[in-house]
């Protein structure tokens, strides 16, 4: 009986140290998935307005006679202009990255997500093109080519153990990448808004009930921003919650009350910025 009871004292033991880590993990791939949720709210809007400002440059006061190649995704509607593009490409790369984790956390076939991986590396192809654009970082492009590059390694291993090890290494690559947008802070505010800042300097010292009106579709659009980007810093923390939990014993029931209390309010705010957006 005494040995049976070691046998499955040491299965339990062992049985968590393989899944440390992977309910926090768990619960910070939810969360992300609120950001994406919450991207096509934030830059379909903040598409339009880039779109708006950069015609506005290229064509001057009159239509300009050409159009060039890299400017073909500002004139076509349905395609996002390029600092968009380079936020939507990060997030989701973000996203494709936490499905791979994602699946060896929860000991899953990846057959699926090589498939996954593959498209995303080719929606890639190109996308250096990025670092001549004067709104684009040349480093968010390669934080996007070293995150490439963990899924290269990741996708090769898929196990349980496999994340755990991979964790740190991998999350040190997503949270550089979610940095870097971030760092993106002002200019996503200045593209959100360049439409309203444009039209409040010709209008703020002869017409007082318009301008107010302006100052407050600002405030709006830069606290729907706000939110957004706050989404992101929170994600980062629950991210770094799950790379400290693979290495510690806290109780289960704490860990369940935490991620209940974070994913709540992760949700009221991705619903926040769908009302804010709804307000413009």
């Given at each position: 009986?005494?040995?049976?009871?070691?046998?499955?004292?040491?299965?339990?033991?062992?049985?968590?140290?393989?899944s440390s880590g992977v309910r926090e993990f768990q619960t910070y791939a939810k969360i992300f998935d609120e950001v994406v949720e919450a991207?096509?709210?934030?830059?379909?809007e903040m598409a339009a307005q880039e779109r708006k400002q950069r015609i506005r440059a290229l064509d001057?006061?009159?239509?300009?006679?050409?159009?060039?190649?890299?400017?073909?995704?500002?004139?076509?509607?349905?395609?996002?202009?390029?600092?968009?593009?380079?936020?939507?490409?990060?997030?989701q790369s973000v996203a494709t990255m936490n499905g791979v984790l994602l699946a060896y956390a929860e000991g899953q076939a990846l057959e699926v997500m090589k498939e996954d991986v593959k498209q995303l590396q080719a929606?890639?192809?190109?996308?250096?093109?990025?670092?001549?654009?004067?709104?684009?970082?040349?480093?968010l492009v390669t934080r996007i080519s070293q995150l490439e590059e963990g899924l290269d390694v990741l996708i090769g291993i898929g196990?349980?153990?496999?994340?755990?090890?991979?964790?740190?290494?991998?999350s040190d690559k997503i949270n550089n990448l979610l940095d870097v947008v971030l760092s993106h802070s002002t200019i996503a505010f200045r593209t959100l808004t360049s439409s309203e800042f444009r039209e409040y300097q010709t209008v703020q010292f002869t017409?007082?009930?318009?301008?107010?009106?302006?100052?407050?579709?600002?405030?709006?659009?830069?606290?729907?921003?706000?939110?957004?980007?706050?989404?992101?810093?929170?994600?980062?923390?629950?991210?770094?919650?799950?790379?400290?939990?693979?290495?510690?014993?806290?109780?289960?029931?704490?860990?369940?009350?935490?991620?209940?209390?974070?994913?709540?309010?992760?949700?009221?705010?991705?619903?926040?910025?769908?009302?804010?957006?709804?307000?413009?």
């Open positions: 009986m005494l040995k049976f009871l070691l046998v499955l004292v040491a299965l339990t033991v062992a049985g968590c140290a393989t991207s096509d709210t934030v830059l379909n001057g006061k009159s239509i300009s006679d050409r159009l060039e190649r890299a400017d073909i995704s500002v004139f076509a509607p349905s395609a996002d202009p390029p600092f968009v593009a380079s936020l939507r490409f990060a997030v929606a890639g192809i190109g996308f250096e093109t990025l670092q001549t654009s004067d709104l684009v970082s040349p480093l196990s349980r153990e496999a994340f755990r090890k991979e964790l740190a290494s991998s017409n007082a009930a318009r301008a107010a009106e302006l100052r407050q579709k600002i405030a709006t659009k830069r606290e729907m921003l706000a939110e957004w980007l706050h989404l992101i810093e929170l994600s980062q923390q629950a991210l770094n919650k799950a790379i400290a939990a693979s290495a510690e014993k806290s109780g289960l029931e704490y860990r369940l009350v935490n991620t209940a209390v974070l994913l709540g309010d992760m949700k009221a705010r991705a619903d926040r910025i769908k009302r804010l957006a709804a307000q413009n």
